[in-house]
């Protein structure tokens, strides 16, 4: 049961983590030389927030990942 939850987090953070990967790419690219701001947000803090999303997002396939062969040996 808990590796379907770990798998359907890790696709949640994983979609999230690539749209404000792109979404901070993208401010990036446009900032001139006073730097673009999106909600108040800076596009460095964006692209930090897409790395906290990717790592959790690898961090819950793995988990899922041994979540299946634990109970494959048992």
């Not at 901070?24 to 596009?43: D, E, H, K, M, Q």
Request: charged share 10%; proline share 1%.
């Amino acid at each position: 049961m808990w590796a379907s939850v770990l798998r359907i987090l890790g696709y949640i953070l994983g979609i999230i983590g690539g749209v404000s990967l792109i979404w901070a790419v993208i401010l990036r690219l446009s900032s001139g030389p006073a730097g673009t701001t999106l909600a108040g947000l800076t596009a460095s803090s964006i692209a930090e927030f897409s790395q906290i999303c990717l790592v959790f997002s690898i961090a819950f396939g793995v988990g899922a990942i041994l979540e299946t062969i634990g109970k494959k040996k048992t």
